[in-house]
């Protein structure tokens, strides 16, 4: 017994920096809904990846063409729309290849100071709420050298990819020493369209954290509907055991 509290004991605190990082920054995160089985949503949060994303952050634990069944697309289209990159040879990427970039680890640190990180797996690391939070919280700072900063991740190493829609935006504190964010320069969104633009990204890239969560879902639903109607014959069959015992 007492090897196995040991045991749970060191797997708690290994777990401690885990829960810690996806517990997200002092600040409050905004509440989203995503919903992975919405095709269109994903398909429009795979357009703004694929145009504002790609360019530094790779998805290399995902294929094209499993990414394009999942989300209803032909092979054309997955060609025209996601693929970017070419081969050692010259060749357009295959859709059977991993979603990568022309970026490499160097360049990546010459120019923002630290290698971009591979966003498969970021929805599951950061969480939904702060992935919301995050892409919509950026604000003008001179003093960083790309010019902007975030009240989630102070010190960002990144500008604000989606400034064209968003706009610009400033930090101003209360009394209270709350953060607000103002936009001072308007993008080609409003508001509420790019919060449900932001919403569609988030999803997009959940979908990618775990891919299998949409057939686990459609699965799940029929092992419910099983486990019903087994309670409900099990209930019954009680019942006749029974029936002659009172």
């Not at 102070?154 to 953060?179: D, F, I, Y």
Request: charged letters at 20%; a negative charge.
């Amino acid at each position: 017994m007492k090897p196995l509290i040991v045991i749970l004991s060191l797997t708690v605190l290994a777990m401690g920096p885990v829960s810690l990082q996806a517990a997200g920054p002092s600040v409050p995160l905004d509440r989203v809904a995503v919903d992975v089985t919405d095709q269109a949503a994903l398909q429009r949060g795979a357009r703004l990846y694929f145009n504002y994303c790609i360019g530094c952050h790779s998805v290399q634990y995902m294929r094209y063409n499993r990414v394009g069944r999942d989300l209803g697309l032909t092979e054309n289209q997955v060609i025209e729309s996601m693929i970017f990159t070419t081969d050692e040879e010259g060749e357009l990427t295959g859709p059977g290849a991993l979603i990568t970039n022309a970026m490499t680890p160097e360049y990546g640190e010459e120019a923002f100071g630290v290698e971009p990180p591979d966003l498969t797996l970021v929805a599951r690391v950061r969480g939904e709420d702060w992935l919301y939070t995050f892409l919509r919280s950026f604000y003008l700072d001179d003093a960083r050298p790309l010019g902007v900063n975030n009240v989630v991740y102070e010190n960002v190493g990144m500008p604000n990819p989606l400034w064209e829609l968003q706009g610009w935006q400033e930090k101003q504190v209360g009394t209270n020493g709350e953060a607000r964010l103002r936009v001072v320069e308007a993008g080609s969104m409003s508001g509420p369209e790019f919060d449900r633009a932001i919403r569609d990204l988030v999803t997009f890239l959940s979908y990618l954290g775990e891919p299998m969560q949409i057939e686990r879902q459609r699965i799940g639903m029929y092992v419910l509907a099983f486990l019903f109607v087994f309670l409900g014959l099990a209930y019954l069959l009680k019942k006749e055991y029974w029936k002659d015992v009172h």
